[in-house]
Each structure stands twice: as C-alpha cells, then as structure tokens.
C-alpha cells in the first residue's frame, strides 16, 4: 500500500520566539502569573500541528485501520502507516516492521519482558542499572516472580554515572539482557551506551534502551548504536499521550511470541489454534490509538522542520546557565553532576522538603517536578527522600530560568 507520509520541508534556522509560538499552552497564566513549564521530563508540550493533526483524524478520517474497505478505512490506515514510516526515518530503524506501536515506553518494555522474558529460564539473569525508572525495574521483578530468573544492577558513581568499570564482571554467561537507560529522568545523565553494548554484544548479549528521555533531545539512530530493543514514548517527544515505540531486531520479534492477542494480529484462528499475522502487526492486537498517532507523525514533522543543532545548543545553554546560578544558593545541593547531561537539573535545599519547595514554585506560576520521580532506588543511593526536579525544554528561555531562580529565593525567604 501506498503510504500517505506528511510532507517535508526545509529545516528552518532557530528562532526562540517563532518556535514558543507554536506552543499555545506557553501562553497560559499560572495565578494570574505567565506559566513557566520545567516539568518536561515528565511530558513535553504540544505544538499546534500536533493539536490539529489529532483533531483532523476525527473530523476527517475517523474509521478503524487495516480492516476496512471503504474510503475512511483507508484514509485513517494511510494516516497510521505514514506516521510509522515517519518514524522509521527518524530513528533510523532499517526497515518499518521493526517499528511497534505501543502506548508508550512503560508497555513497551513489558512487551519484551513478557515476550522475550518466554525465551529465559529460572536462574538467568537481567542487567539493569541503579538509575532506572521503575518502568525498567517492575517488569523484569514481575518476570522474576514468574520464572525465576534474576536481577543484577550497574552500580552508580558520586556523580550520577554508570560505573562502567563494574560492567565486564557482571556480564556472565548467565546474562540475558542488558536493559538500561538512555538518558537518566532523574539526572539527566546521558549514559555511554555505544560503550555498553560494544561490551554486551561481545558477551553475546542483547541491549534494551528505555530512550523516554533521549528521544526528545539527541539524535537517535537505532543502526548506529546497534541496539537490539530501543522504547520511547510519543508524549515526551511532544506528540499525544498514549503512544510510544519498541524498535527491534529482526530476529528477536521473530523469535518472540505476541505480548497480547485479539484483532489484527492474528493471520487465521479457528476453535482449536492460532497463526499469527506478518510484523509489525504481530504485536499490535485491538483498535490502536490512531488519533494518537495522528499526532506523533505531525511531531515528529514538526521535529524534522526544527534546526535541532540550534534547539540542542539552546538546551544545553539554559542547562549551564541554571545549573550555575542554582549552585549559587546556600543550601542548594545538584544530585546528578554527569559530565554528559541533557536539560535536567534535580536538586535539594536544606531543611525545606521538596514538595514544599514545588508548591510554593507552583504558585509563582512555575511548574516543576517533585518527589522520586519513579527511581526509588536512584533516591536511596544518593541517601534524599526526594528532590525537586526542573528539566527543559528547546522553548524555555533564560527569563524562566531567571523566574526559577528567584523563585528558590522567594521560598528560602519564606522558611527563614
């Protein structure tokens, strides 16, 4: 079938102001105060194309995809397919069947928990990190109570980085998968993972990615790093909510049986048997979110139009600049101080608890972060109960920096 892909077009220079006019919940008023989002590591905000390209699947191609003959059935599946070959390009992923939709990055990894987990035995053993999202921890404890296998972790240094020098004596002929993060959601720690799954596949073993927080800053390209599962989700990369992506090799979603069963991922059923249908449907049972990934085309589109270099460069200037003036606070202590990081700062000031400290933000009219960001471990290893997290995005500015940092001020004032 003919594949109906948004159109391209040329990336254009960035421009700060043009592009926060693309965002219209950037001009909401917080009490009575211009919003100021650094909450983006949890979700990232959505342009208007992204808005619109939802809200035409209704209004012009709303029908169920794949199944159908008729006009709108072919209108919607034409929508659906040209999102994934969007993002086929845009992780560089070889072909398009190795792209599955799923609903983010949480059920993509339980897809290979599940499916790939099949494929162990009692007494294997999983690699994770001490920095994972309880997304990349849960599943592989869940697997463990079913089949018995085990769950080792990379240790983390002061600084909030893998201990890479700890790797090679974990990797076992016991050892299963490694499945790590690409960017920490807590620290904001790019992890060297070229690094890591040099090592891993020298040992014959496969690597998964959790990319939630990757994908919305760097340059992703699946062929380049030679992973064998990579997970996102659509809405950190400013698409809709209930969408996301499991890239993976041939040869594992070959190998692996379907997560869940239903419509369109069957080839023939009858009363006593099932055969199962070609990839990447194989793994896509029932109505998917078609509106959703409407959407996620339109961002990613919107994404490809965007000088990234120049939004990258933004980032990275808002993250030094932040990151400087915060330290210049009495008390304020940065947990998470990798030499490599994309935009996200977690901090702790003495004797103020963080959800105090993001309540009296919230009401200066500026959104961050605060508790243990589903990294429970990750807060027992750097010994806080919580911390207050601020994570950027390519539309903040250094006034909101500014508005964040005297913030802080307003509530030290307040307690003392």
């Known amino acids: 079938m003919e594949v109906l892909a948004p159109t391209m077009t040329d990336v254009k220079p960035f421009n700060l102001d043009k592009v926060r006019a693309d965002f219209p919940i950037l001009h909401t008023l917080a009490y009575g105060k211009p919003l100021v989002y650094l909450d983006n590591a949890a979700t990232g905000q959505k342009p208007q194309a992204v808005i619109d390209a939802t809200s035409d699947y209704y209004a012009t191609a709303n029908a169920n995809v794949h199944r159908g003959v008729h006009y709108l059935s072919d209108q919607a599946t034409r929508l659906y397919e040209g999102s994934r070959d969007l993002i086929t390009a845009h992780i560089n992923a070889l072909h398009r069947h190795q792209v599955i939709f799923t609903k983010g990055t949480t059920e993509a990894i339980n897809l290979v928990a599940s499916s790939f987990g099949e494929l162990l035995q009692a007494g294997d053993e999983i690699l994770i990190s001490g920095m994972e999202h309880h997304a990349n921890i849960v599943p592989w404890h869940l697997l463990a109570t079913r089949s018995g296998i085990k769950v080792k972790a990379i240790p983390l240094t002061d600084a909030g980085e893998l201990d890479m020098a700890a790797v090679p004596a974990l990797l076992t002929d016991r050892t299963k998968l490694v499945a790590v993060s690409h960017v920490s959601n807590t620290l904001g720690t790019i992890n060297p993972v070229k690094e890591l799954i040099a090592l891993a596949h020298a040992a014959g073993i496969p690597v998964l990615l959790d990319g939630a927080q990757a994908v919305p800053h760097l340059k992703v390209d699946v062929q380049d790093l030679d992973v064998d599962f990579y997970a996102f989700s659509g809405h950190k990369l400013f698409g809709p909510t209930g969408t996301g992506v499991l890239y993976g090799k041939e040869k594992w979603l070959h190998a692996m049986r379907p997560y869940q069963g239903g419509g ?52 990275q200037y808002l993250l030094a600049v932040a990151t400087e003036r915060l330290l210049e606070i009495p008390g304020l202590r940065i947990i998470g101080t990798a030499r490599e990081k994309v935009a996200v700062i977690s901090f702790v000031i003495d004797g103020i608890h963080p959800s105090d400290v993001g309540t009296l933000l919230d009401h200066q009219g500026i959104a961050v972060r605060t508790g243990h960001h589903c990294t429970q471990p990750l807060m027992e290893r750097f010994q806080v109960p919580a911390t207050t997290r601020a994570s950027f995005a390519f539309y903040n500015t250094l006034e909101e920096v500014d508005r964040l940092v005297q913030g802080i001020h307003k509530v030290i004032r307040m307690f003392q």
């Open 264 to 315: 369109d991922m069957i080839d023939r059923v009858t009363l006593e048997h099932t055969t199962f249908n070609e990839l990447p449907h194989k793994f896509e049972a029932g109505t998917p979110n078609i509106a959703g990934f409407a959407g996620l085309g339109a961002a990613i589109t919107y994404l490809n139009q965007l000088d990234h270099a120049g939004a990258l460069a933004h980032e």
